[in-house]
């Protein structure tokens, strides 16, 4: 199960950091990157691992988020900060295993003005 932490309620300019879990049958797996879809609009990628290892981020969020992974305890982080109400989605995290892939639940981030 891909399991992400809670999002939650915060001021713009405020920052939030969001974890993601591979545990049971899916330890172990790749953990990709994040996820956010708001209201009325498609899924979008926010932050990603490349395949070489690095990272890519949304231009948008660039210089204020942050992707990291732990492989040892398979999990993976997206360090938020000087959020803006643009930022308001339900997150998702996203890894894969082979040809399977798997999502969290998804956690809702509000930002206020």
């Known amino acids: 199960q891909l399991q992400a932490s809670e999002g939650g309620l915060v001021q713009a300019g405020g920052s939030l950091r969001l974890s993601c879990a591979a545990s049971?049958?899916?330890?172990?797996?790749?953990?990709k990157g994040w996820y956010r879809q708001a209201p009325g609009k498609q899924r979008e990628l926010v932050a990603v691992?490349?395949?070489?290892?690095?990272?890519s981020y949304l231009e948008s969020v660039k210089g204020r988020f942050t992707i990291s992974r732990d492989n040892s305890k398979n999990r993976m982080y997206l360090q938020m900060n000087s959020l803006k109400p643009e930022d308001t989605a339900v997150y998702y995290c996203n890894g894969g295993r082979g040809t399977s892939g798997y999502w969290g639940q998804g956690t809702l981030v509000t930002v206020s003005s």
């Open positions: 691992f490349t395949p070489s290892g690095n990272t």
């Open positions: 049971g049958s899916i330890f172990g797996i790749n953990l």
